[in-house]
């Protein structure tokens, strides 16, 4: 949501007259933690979302009283509490293929010496349920919880793919409204990307997400609580040679997809 709450609240409310807006400002507030994850006070949070002092200070004891975040007097500042991990619990419980996917992804990352990772999407944002990273690593290394935006990530992109024409649409339309500078930085990468996925079966990213990464997404089969899994392998730019990501990382990538797939049961 980079956009003042009232404004995101008032957009949704036109939509739905029935969409919560007290409840929307708590969730925002603890957002500003998951982009940040450092502490902040009530002026930083105010000019963040653009709220008032006040209701930003009954929002941050509401949720302190409750454990989603917690509270240092010495610097008078808030940050994430454990509570939080609470909610995501189930939601990782259930997802079982976690346990399946993780060799078979720290393997890949290995041979690649780079990182994969699994995620969903949901809007305009990517969660990373699971990543495995070689030793060396890469400068992203985003794990459980982190979000990403699908505009600029390669699953994002395998993401939009798998949209019909008016889902796309719409969240295209939202993406020019709520990240307007995202969005025409990206948008042409995005569309091609759309339109070649059903003959190239893969996504890129050739440095769109910054810090020197490119990345190859792939959607799969497996469906947890209606929302495909996504996977993706991201490795340095500067290891990068022309024609790898598409000649040696894609069918890796796609190879590796396929046997969660049928590991998991699915026929492929």
């Known amino acids: 949501m980079n956009k003042p709450v009232e404004l995101y609240i008032a957009e949704r409310r036109e939509e739905d007259p029935s969409f919560g807006g007290l409840l929307a400002k708590g969730f925002a507030l603890l957002r500003c933690f998951v982009n940040e994850p450092r502490p902040m006070g009530n002026s930083e949070l105010v000019e963040r979302l653009q709220l008032p002092r006040a209701t930003v200070s009954r929002l941050c004891r509401t949720l302190y009283q409750l454990g989603y975040l917690d509270w240092d007097p010495s610097i008078d500042k808030y940050f994430v509490g454990a509570q939080v991990l609470a909610l995501g619990y189930p939601y990782l419980l259930g997802l079982q293929v976690r346990h399946i996917a993780h060799p078979m992804m720290q393997h890949l990352a290995d041979s690649i010496e780079g990182a994969v990772s699994m995620g969903v999407a949901h809007h305009l944002e990517i969660t ?32 939009l793919a798998t949209l019909s024409k008016d889902n796309l649409t719409k969240i295209l339309a939202d993406a ?8 025409h930085a990206h948008i042409d990468a995005v569309r091609f990307n759309i339109a070649n996925y059903p003959k190239r079966g893969y996504a890129l990213n050739e440095g769109d997400a910054g810090l020197g990464v ?7 089969k497996i469906v947890h609580l209606n929302r495909p899994l996504l996977f993706n392998c991201a490795v340095l730019g500067s290891q990068i040679k022309r024609g790898m990501l598409e000649k040696r990382i894609a069918p890796l990538l796609m190879e590796m997809t396929r046997a969660i797939e049928r590991a998991v049961g699915l026929p492929v």
């Open 128 to 159: 990373y349920l699971e990543s495995c990273i070689h030793k060396e690593g890469t400068p992203a290394k985003p794990g459980a919880g982190a979000t990403r935006s699908v505009l600029t990530t390669a699953m994002g992109r395998a993401y």
């Open 176 to 183: 020019k409204r709520e990240r307007p500078d995202e969005y």
């Open 214 to 220: 490119h990345g190859v997404g792939v959607y799969s």
